[in-house]
C-alpha cells in the first residue's frame, strides 16, 4: 500500500512530458521541445514516429538505459519516451530585431557560448531584463536550455525576455554583422570593458563557465572586453560577468 501511495503522488516536473501520447502531442502541437529521451530497445510503435517528428524538427535525441528514464519519470508510465519541453516558447532571431524596431532602439542582444548551467542562464535572462537586452541567444547543443530551473533563478524574466535557439554560433554572428551589429566578446586579454564603446546596436557574447569564449567565436569579434581584477581568483562566474557588461552597456546606452 505504501507503494501505491507513493506512485500515485509521483509528479513530473514542470518542464517534463511522459508517455507516447503526450510527447506527441507536444510535438505535434508546436510546443518547444529541448531535447527527447528514448529508453534502448524502444522503437515499436509510435515511438518510430516520435523518433522521425522529433529530427524533423531538430529536437536533440538521447538514448539511455531504461532505469535510467524509470528513474526521471518518478513512477510515471512513461512507454520509453520522455521530453524535456522549455516553460516558454523560444522565438526566431527576426522576432527579437524586431522588438528592437518596435522600441525604437538600436539592436541589444547577448549570445551565451555554450553555458551549461541552468542558474547561471537564469541570473543572465534577469539581468538582460533589468538592462533592455532585446532578446538572449543560445546554441541548440552544448547549452542549457530553457527549464523549469531556469524559470525559477530567473525570477519570472523568462517570461519578458525573448530567447532563440540557434545552430552555427559562427554563422549567426557573420549574419549579424551583416546587421550592421558591432560584436562584442567577455575575455581575459581584451581591453577594460568600460574603455569600450557599447552604444550601437550590440551582440554581446558571454563565454561558457569553465572555457570561456571559444576561439572560432572570439575570432569573429569585433573587440574583446574584460573586467579588470586584483583579486586572487582569476576568473568572475558567467552571469556576475555578464550583468557588469549588460549594465555598462545599458549605462552607455541611455547616456549616448
Known sequence: MKNEAALGAAELPDDMVAGRN??????KGGRSVNKLMVANGSNEGSIKEIIAIAKEKGVNIIYLERSKIDSMARGIRHQGVLAQVSPVDYVELEDILQVARERNEPPFI???DELEDPHNLGAILRTADATGVHGVLI????????SATVAKTSAGAVEYVPVARIGNVVQTIRRLKDLCLWVA????????????????????????EGHGVGRL????????????????????????????????????????
Open 22 to 27: 503526450a510527447v506527441m502531442e507536444a510535438l
Open 110 to 112: 547577448v549570445l551565451l
Open 139 to 146: 546554441p541548440k547543443r552544448r547549452s542549457c536550455p530553457l
Open 185 to 208: 566578446a567577455a575575455d581575459m586579454d581584451g581591453t577594460n570593458y568600460y574603455e569600450a564603446d557599447m552604444t550601437g546596436p550590440l551582440l554581446l557574447v558571454i563565454g561558457s
Open 217 to 256: 567565436v572570439k575570432e569573429q569579434c569585433d573587440f574583446i572586453v574584460k573586467l579588470p581584477m586584483v583579486g586572487r581568483i582569476n576568473s568572475l562566474n558567467a552571469s556576475v560577468a555578464g550583468s557588469i557588461l549588460m549594465y555598462e552597456a545599458m549605462k552607455q546606452r541611455r547616456s549616448s
